[in-house]
């Protein structure tokens, strides 16, 4: 059966920016102007499509991201509408892992904002080309150019406006196209359509030059384009420069920077113009590696519809209605409802019932989905983010999905005996969907202990809790995740003997451990020598430390950051087994975090406070009374902005605190930034105050 969209007219793209940007109105534009809605929602009226959770209506955020498709000219756009807040930062990272491009949205006012730059580096990892929409450009303060300056100072990267704006603040009209060299006008009505207009005498020489600034940077950047501007420079046409701009966008060289008002309905044609035009199709991509399962070699399956089916798990959603959906992106072959594939990550066999395309929360049924697609599937019941679904014939693995570890942790008790049976259905359904949750029993306490990546984030968890599940509960003060490593490198011995009738439990190990980097993790290294521990033992032995890795010697933490190099050891014939060694392992582990003079870590945030300067000395003083440290600070039309790293533990209860000293006239973001290592006085409150509640 022959495909609706061919490859080349497919984008696949992440809408993506720091919080209040404008991503949800801009992306309610979108479908409006595409024909996939006819009412455009309103982010403060609740009214939105994309944010369909009463969460986030509530709240006036996008917490899920939420996928949608829709149809510009000949091609077809799946967008992935994503969180801004750093909470919710599982949201974007899985999203720019499946899709081929990034639209992403600043603010004129406030230019790239902290977020910004963790979004950015999130697509940076994943070589996501994108594009830059520097919306509001209708509100007070609003400077084209300075956030242009902004993205080459914060994001290291080099813009290439393709826009200029037409007007400024509240008398912006709309964008002149340096392309095309046409100006366009739009009215505040979404109904009425752009009216091209001259572009005004008094900026044609600074059109004109922006235009060659243009030509001139894109030069620099593409060999192809340089050669026409050195051979003739008034030859280069329209094509070639719409060709050179889409070389440098699909190879990530340049950024290119478009501008508008989306609240307004200004620019929005002109965006989705730039994201067929500019940004990747699947074809574009670099192909895609993957590992054979059976040879363990890496391999390279193309985008192609006749190719052995490889697609990728990045999202579980219980849906109330339809049960539990499993997003896919599928990067090559095939797939049919009904058909049974392999989950390669797990070797397990799942049968792929309904097919759906996803509108926010709306679904539409469909028989098959190719190359290309975002679809969600019912029926995968052993599938989860990150995995891999392929074809049985040729079991491919693709890389995984990496996200970052919760920083803070709540006790949560059911409040009454009904809610105890399905608090721990609910909380399975939600660390499912979500891998930056996580759920743990407390053996000591007999507490539920639930992490996440904020205060936010498990104050949403616990709403959805009672307005999705129905289950009321009891939630205790928020608790820091510390962690712990080891400073010195020790030599150790890890022996597990255990005698009994018949066979006995012999496994015996010498393990070296070493301090890493910060933020390195772990690092395992067999240096076994004339195999005086056989080759089937040594995974055990790495199990076993890790599993040693999971309570510190300081106060029960997780230990991080350290090498450890197995060298020596001894086996038993008969007595030796895999679970001796992984004993021993473990053993070794807790025997080189207590001598391996071990210290505490604490997450640090990285902070960004908005606020007028008249109160800049009173929040510089709260800033360090709370160990914080100023690393900058920008002063710009009457605001400041001050960038701090916090830790994580003075930042509770926060938004109260900046209220009260500056009359309610700051804002302010958190992220985390790194582990560091606590005070030497203040570790030793924080482990007794840990056994005193133990």
Same mark, same amino acid.
């Given at each position: ?93 899985? %999203? ?69 704006? $037409? ?18 006008? +739009?009215?505040?009505? *979404? ?29 620099? %950047? ?84 006749? *190719?052995?089916?490889?697609? $990728? ?89 990496? +996200? ?51 205060? $936010? ?112 050891? %001894? ?8 679970? *001796?060694?992984?004993?021993?392992? %473990? ?60 830790? $994580? ?16 006239? *700051? ?28």
């Amino acid at each position: 059966m022959p495909r609706s969209f061919p490859l080349e007219l497919i984008r696949n793209i992440a809408i993506i920016a720091h919080i209040d940007a404008g991503k949800t109105t801009t992306t309610e534009r979108i479908l409006f102007y595409t024909g996939r809605t006819h009412k455009i929602g309103n982010v403060d009226e609740g009214t939105t499509v994309m944010d369909f959770m009463q969460q986030e209506r509530e709240r006036g955020i996008t917490i899920k991201a939420a996928a949608t498709t829709t149809q510009w000219g000949e091609h077809r756009i799946n967008i992935i509408d994503t969180p801004g807040h750093v909470d919710f930062t599982a949201e974007v990272e899985r %999203s720019l892992r499946v899709l081929d491009g990034g639209v992403v949205v600043l603010d004129a006012v406030q230019g790239v904002e902290a977020q910004s730059e963790t979004v950015w580096r999130q697509a940076d990892k994943y070589r996501v080309p994108r594009i830059c929409f520097i919306n509001k450009m209708d509100r007070t303060g609003a400077n084209f150019h300075r956030t242009i300056e902004m993205i080459k100072d914060r994001l290291h990267a080099i813009p290439i406006a393709i826009q200029l704006p $037409l007007g400024a603040e509240e008398n912006y009209q709309g964008v002149i196209d340096l392309v095309e060299m046409k100006a366009w006008r +739009f009215s505040n009505s *979404a109904e009425e359509s752009a009216e091209e207009v001259k572009i005004p005498d008094e900026m044609l020489e600074t059109v004109k030059q922006a235009r060659y600034d243009m030509i001139e940077r894109l030069g620099e %950047s593409d060999d192809r384009m340089m050669e026409s501007y050195l051979s003739n420079q008034d030859k280069i046409t329209i094509t070639d420069i719409k060709s050179a701009l889409r070389r440098v966008t699909v190879a990530n060289k340049c950024v290119l920077v478009l501008c508008g008002s989306s609240l307004k309905n200004k620019g929005i044609q002109n965006l989705l113009d730039a994201v067929v035009d500019y940004l990747p199709s699947p074809l574009d991509m670099p192909a895609l590696q993957a590992i054979n399962v059976k040879t363990e070699e890496k391999v390279i399956s193309p985008p192609e519809d006749g *190719a052995p089916l490889v697609a $990728l798990a990045f999202k579980v959603v219980t849906d109330p209605y339809m049960g539990r959906l499993v997003y896919l992106r599928l990067y090559s072959g095939r797939v049919d409802s009904g058909a049974t594939v392999l989950n390669s990550t797990r070797d397990k066999r799942e049968r792929i019932g309904r097919i759906v395309l996803m509108h926010a929360n709306h679904r539409e049924e469909i028989n098959e989905a190719d190359t290309g697609s975002i679809v969600a599937i019912l029926g995968l019941k052993e599938t989860f983010t990150g995995d891999t679904i392929c074809s049985s014939e040729k079991p491919l693995v693709l890389e995984s999905i990496r +996200f970052p570890e919760p920083v803070i942790a709540v006790a949560v008790e059911p409040r009454t005996r009904a809610d105890q049976d399905k608090l721990g259905e609910a909380l399975r359904k939600m660390s499912d969907e979500d891998p930056t949750f996580k759920v743990d029993y407390n053996d000591e306490t007999g507490q539920m202990i639930i992490s996440g990546m904020g205060e $936010l984030h498990l104050d949403v968890i616990v709403s959805r809790m009672l307005t999705e599940f129905g289950v009321t509960a009891k939630v205790g003060n928020p608790q820091v995740a510390y962690k712990e490593t080891i400073t010195e490198q020790v030599e150790v011995e890890g022996r597990f003997v255990r005698q009994s009738g018949g066979h006995g439990q012999y496994g015996h190990v010498w393990v070296k451990f070493e301090p890493l980097d910060k933020s390195q993790g772990f690092e395992f290294v067999e240096a076994i020598k004339g195999g005086t521990i056989p080759r089937k033992f040594i995974g055990p032995v790495e199990k076993g430390i890790k599993d040693g890795m999971q309570s510190g010697s300081l106060g029960g933490f997780p230990i991080v950051d350290i090498k450890a190099t197995l060298f020596d050891g %001894s086996y038993h014939d008969v007595d030796s087994s895999d679970l *001796a060694f992984q004993m021993a392992g %473990s053993l070794a582990m807790k025997e080189g975090a207590r001598r391996g003079k071990p210290v505490l870590l604490e997450p640090i945030m990285k902070m960004e406070i908005m606020a007028p300067e008249q109160f800049m000395g009173d929040l510089i003083g709260d800033i360090n009374s709370r160990r914080g440290h100023i690393e900058n600070i920008d002063t710009r039309s009457g605001m400041t902005t001050i960038h701090a790293k916090v830790p $994580l533990a003075q930042t509770f209860g926060y938004s109260t605190v900046i209220r009260s000293l500056t009359q309610g006239r *700051a804002n302010y973001s958190l992220e985390f930034s790194h582990y560091q290592q606590v005070p030497r006085d203040l570790a030793e409150e924080i482990v007794n105050k840990g056994r005193g509640n133990a």
